[in-house]
């Protein structure tokens, strides 16, 4: 067998952020520690902070008075600020700059009197977030379907934003059918679907005509993971998303002479890597490293954390 792995994957600058705040916090507080929501959408990656004495709450209410608590890489609401604030929290903002981006970009459409319409996926903690800064200026939309049944009343400025993790290929899809609906619709002056998803994809669909299967790594609850492997079957090659090596099944590989692998942004190298010595170990495979597109992005820790570090 011979493994492609595709470059780039895995953690992104913003993930890399959220886990370097969470550490950085974890030495500075201790435990007691509290994460709005997962840190990343990554199983191995919570389990890890979990098992040092981080937890994960989906209420403010869950934290106690006083208490410190890390927003995830998601973002959060105002709503969820203001809670935060009312119970006397210390808030350390992990959100990534690049959600945040979306998020100034809702408030000024909406102060500048537009519907917006926000392509996403429903019940996602980064769409509960961005939904929060305007939630009566703000639709939901997932699909074409949805556009078309869109009710706006005639004359109404509408504006788009989009998820930051979606698929480029279905996004375009339905920012031409809300432009074709709506052809005066405003949208943002640069993409919000972020680098490292586009880049991922971009890797995959350069390189899943090589393979005959695909792995990628990273958790179900991860939209950008499920992007890569949904992109990888719609181009008729099967593709599997796990979350460690040990989920792995040698019946996926009969007869597979190539295999891409690749893993989204919130899923650690480590486990990429156990993933290639299991696939050696059962097929002596060799690995073939192709970058398709270099990435050099980082972003600063939060200033709640930098100051006091200080
Ligand atoms: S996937 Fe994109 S938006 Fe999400 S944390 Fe990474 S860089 Fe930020």
């Known amino acids: 067998m011979k493994i492609i792995l595709a ?11 959220a886990i370097e705040s969470l550490e950085r916090a974890l030495q500075l507080f201790g435990t007691p520690l509290y994460v709005y929501h997962e840190i990343v959408h990554n199983r191995p990656v919570v389990e890890r902070f979990s098992a040092k004495g981080v937890e994960f709450v989906d209420s403010i209410d869950e ?9 995830s890489a ?36 909406a102060r500048e009197g537009y519907h917006i319409i926000l392509i996403g ?9 961005t939904m929060g ?23 109404t400025k509408l504006a788009y934003l989009t998820q930051t993790t979606l698929s480029v290929d279905e996004a375009s899809e339905i920012i031409g059918a809300l432009r074709a609906r709506f052809p005066d619709i405003a949208g943002p002056k640069k993409e919000d679907i972020c680098y490292a998803t586009q880049n991922r994809q971009e890797a995959v669909k350069t390189l899943v005509g090589e393979a005959d299967s695909v792995i990628v790594l990273g958790s179900r609850n991860s939209s950008n993971s499920n992007r890569l492997a949904e992109l990888a079957c719609a181009k008729g090659k099967p593709a599997r998303l796990i979350d460690t090596a040990a989920e792995l099944d ?42 398709v597109r270099e990435e050099n992005v980082s972003f600063p820790l939060p200033r709640e954390l930098t100051v006091l570090a200080r």
């Open 63 to 71: 934290v106690p008075r006083g208490a410190t608590v890390l927003y």
């Open 7 to 17: 470059n780039p994957r895995g953690f992104c600058a913003g993930v890399n952020m």
């Open 250 to 291: 040698p019946a996926w590989f009969q007869g597979h002479e190539t295999v891409l692998v690749t893993a989204g942004a919130s899923a650690p190298e480590d486990v990429v890597e156990a993933c290639i010595e299991r696939l050696k170990s059962l097929f002596n495979a060799t690995v073939e490293s192709r970058v």
């Open 121 to 129: 996926h429903e019940g996602h903690d980064e769409v509960l977030g």
């Open 133 to 155: 800064e305007a939630p009566e200026a703000m639709t939901l939309v997932q699909d074409a379907a949805d556009v078309a049944r869109l009710e706006i009343p005639p004359g």
């Open 74 to 109: 998601h973002g959060v609401s105002p709503a969820i600020r203001n809670a935060a604030q009312e119970r006397s929290l210390r808030a350390i903002d992990a959100t990534c700059p690049l959600v945040t981006k979306v998020h100034v970009e809702a408030i000024k459409f």
